[in-house]
């Protein structure tokens, strides 16, 4: 099975070329922020260097979200397009599952984190299994308070991963003491051959219309208008004429 | 064997409508699937630009697919892919681009970026080829400008709104009469049943260069209702309308008969959302048939943002050998060249 799999939920961007488990080429950029004109180029690049035509791929994971809105975006219209007009496999993990693919100690708890600002965290809880990350917390889009307090139930060593666990550090071991545990270097950072690999045991999107990127989160003005306007969604505003 | 026939896939997201066409030759709509968020924004009297990506990301393959579907074509026929790029709102540029970039990558075919302008004015190619030298007026709810075509593929500013687009006017005035985003059709209606009683502001009408501005006469506009509802007094909506729109018209027409003086085109073309407008449409009719110029209108179905317009300009500029590769990004204030002002 030849795999693209691909991350541009937040600053980084990072591409993968498998075949089954095997890395065929990969990498991942963290210096520059323009995904849309990068993300298509990178693909290019390493499916060329794995020696492949794009229509020699079988599936596309890619991370479907939370995240910077544009980033969510640049991914998931690649993986939804691609697999739609090649008629491949598509698959959408949770960008912060994506990141706790980097924890390997089974068992072990592991809070993937991403700034939000204004102290708001876009976060989850999952538990380290033999087949991969187990969610125990919803992803969703909170406080850093509100946070603290539904993790407060658990009584054990928590890591926290992501680059922005960086802004909270200090809070963050002050409230766990011991019990705070994060990771250093490459492991803060999203691997797309992680995520194709783990993309590769999950079930394929069956409507590739419907998949959109996970936002945890309304526009303002949709928010706004909920709130006059409580039980209606927004899809249906939207028709061909 | 080569497929002597240009068969292109065009997509437009530049702004709330996400569109995706297939386009024979340059001339022939085989498909043109247009999905419109005119009502999702309804809610928020105006354009939300996150609302409008979020839309374009939901609608993206569905168009897609229908379009195909509906001109009976595969994949393998096409012979490029195209793609609005600029200008436009960003977040919705991103989609259509990262689209036609999957697209073009997946099949190999060509990629062909589109300024939306040109796009606009392509529109009037299908029903006759544009002749050349050719003027445009092209006025919508994001734009509003004159463009120079000496010949075929060249396009250069003369002038464009120093503020507001004549269109973005419409909709705000829309608002304080009380009628839902986009304004633009129901004050045109009005405007046929109203008298031009206000006398507001034309502005620049008299400068010499063939730049607009809109929001002065806005302004007055307010003013002027908010005034009468101080006083309680009541003031006729449709003399509003008629005043209001006979002011757009003037300074539009204006201009733009100044600038066939300077560029004496073959043909004059009136392109854009706003070019619906029936009032500035039989305006034109009689001041261009007073000058010998070929006075050509966009279809009424193709004024409006459609990805049918794009995949015709698209087949013009590959022609003259316009692509891009997997690196383009959304150009949102993208611009033609200004023409050079050689006299004065
Ligand atoms: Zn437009």
Same mark, same amino acid.
């Given at each position: 099975?030849?795999?693209?799999?691909?991350?541009?939920?937040?600053?980084?961007?990072?591409?993968?070329?498998?075949?089954?488990?095997?890395?065929?080429?990969?990498?991942?950029?963290?210096?520059?922020?323009?995904?849309?004109?990068?993300?298509?180029?990178?693909?290019?690049?390493?499916?060329?260097?794995?020696?492949?035509?794009?229509?020699?791929?079988?599936?596309?994971?890619?991370?479907?979200?939370?995240?910077?809105?544009?980033?969510?975006?640049?991914?998931?219209?690649?993986?939804?397009?691609?697999?739609?007009?090649?008629?491949?496999?598509?698959?959408?993990?949770?960008?912060?599952?994506?990141?706790?693919?980097?924890?390997?100690?089974?068992?072990?708890?592991?809070?993937?984190?991403?700034?939000?600002r204004n102290d708001i965290l876009f976060t989850g809880l999952y538990r380290i299994t033999s087949n991969g990350p187990k969610s125990v917390l919803p992803d969703q889009h909170i406080s850093f308070e509100e946070w603290l307090k539904q993790l407060d139930q658990f009584d054990e060593s928590i890591v926290f991963v992501g680059e922005d666990v960086a802004n909270f550090k200090a809070r963050l071991q002050a409230h766990f003491g011991t019990n705070f545990k994060s990771v250093v270097g490459i492991d803060n950072l999203p691997q797309a051959a992680r995520i194709g690999i783990y993309g590769e045991q999950q079930r394929p999107v069956s409507d590739i219309d419907t998949f959109v990127p996970d936002y945890l989160r309304l526009t303002q003005a949709e928010s706004d208008w909920q709130k006059l306007h409580p039980g209606e969604g927004h899809e249906s505003y939207v028709e061909q004429v | 064997m080569k497929n002597e026939n240009s068969l292109i896939l065009s997509f437009e997201t530049s702004c709330d409508e996400t569109s995706v066409a297939v386009i024979k030759n340059g001339k022939e709509i085989l498909s043109n699937i247009v999905a419109t968020q005119i009502k999702s924004h309804q809610r928020f009297g105006g354009v939300v630009p996150e609302v409008a990506s979020r839309h374009h990301i939901e609608q993206i393959t569905i168009c897609l697919n229908d379009a195909l579907q509906k001109a009976g074509v595969t994949y393998s026929d096409l012979t490029g892919v195209a793609i609005t790029y600029g200008p436009g709102l960003v977040g919705s540029l991103l989609?259509?681009?990262?689209?036609?970039?999957?697209?073009?990558?997946?099949?190999?075919?060509?990629?062909?970026?589109?300024?939306h302008i040109a796009g606009h004015i392509y529109a009037t190619n299908f029903d006759h080829p544009i002749e050349f030298p050719a003027l445009a007026l092209v006025v919508s709810g994001g734009h509003t400008e004159l463009v120079w075509m000496p010949k075929e593929g060249e396009f250069k500013i003369i002038g464009e709104t120093r503020d507001d687009a004549a269109g973005e006017t419409y909709d705000k005035i829309g608002r304080v009469l009380g009628i839902n985003y986009p304004a633009g059709p129901q004050v045109d209606q009005m405007a046929h049943l109203g008298h031009d009683t206000f006398a507001f502001p034309r502005a620049m009408e008299k400068n010499d260069n063939f730049d607009f501005s809109f929001s002065g006469l806005k302004s007055a506009f307010?003013?002027?209702?908010?005034?009468?509802?101080?006083?309680?007094?009541?003031?006729?909506?449709?003399?509003? #309308?008629?005043? &209001?729109?006979? *002011?757009?018209?003037?300074?539009?027409?204006?201009?733009?008969?100044?600038? +066939? $003086?300077?560029?004496? #085109?073959?043909? &004059?073309?009136? *392109?854009?959302?706003?070019?619906?407008?029936?009032?500035?449409?039989?305006? +034109? $009719?009689?001041?261009?048939?007073?000058?010998?110029v070929e006075f050509v209108k966009a279809p009424l179905k193709l004024c409006g943002d459609n990805a049918a317009m794009i995949g015709a300009a698209a087949e013009m500029l590959q022609r003259h050998g316009a692509k891009a590769?997997?690196?383009?990004?959304?150009?949102?204030?993208?611009?033609?060249?200004?023409?050079?002002n050689e006299e004065e």
């Open positions: 099975m030849k795999v693209l799999a691909l991350d541009t939920s937040n600053r980084p961007l990072s591409v993968s070329v498998l075949n089954y488990d095997k890395v065929l080429a990969t990498t991942t950029i963290t210096t520059q922020r323009k995904h849309a004109a990068y993300a298509m180029q990178t693909i290019e690049d390493l499916v060329k260097v794995a020696k492949l035509k794009p229509s020699d791929l079988d599936r596309v994971v890619v991370a479907q979200g939370p995240g910077s809105y544009t980033g969510l975006r640049v991914a998931v219209t690649i993986g939804k397009v691609l697999s739609d007009t090649l008629k491949i496999d598509l698959v959408g993990i949770s960008s912060l599952l994506a990141l706790s693919l980097n924890v390997e100690k089974e068992g072990q708890l592991v809070a993937p984190t991403f700034d939000a | 989609v259509g681009i990262t689209a036609a970039k999957v697209v073009a990558w997946a099949h190999q075919l060509p990629l062909i970026p589109v300024n307010i003013n002027t209702v908010h005034h009468a509802d101080q006083i309680n007094a009541t003031l006729d909506k449709n003399d509003l #309308a008629t005043s &209001f729109q006979q *002011a757009v018209i003037d300074v539009l027409v204006s201009k733009a008969m100044r600038a +066939l $003086d300077k560029y004496p #085109a073959k043909e &004059f073309i009136l *392109a854009g959302g706003v070019a619906a407008n029936r009032g500035l449409r039989e305006r +034109l $009719d009689q001041e261009l048939e007073k000058r010998d590769d997997m690196s383009l990004n959304a150009n949102p204030g993208l611009e033609f060249e200004w023409a050079e």
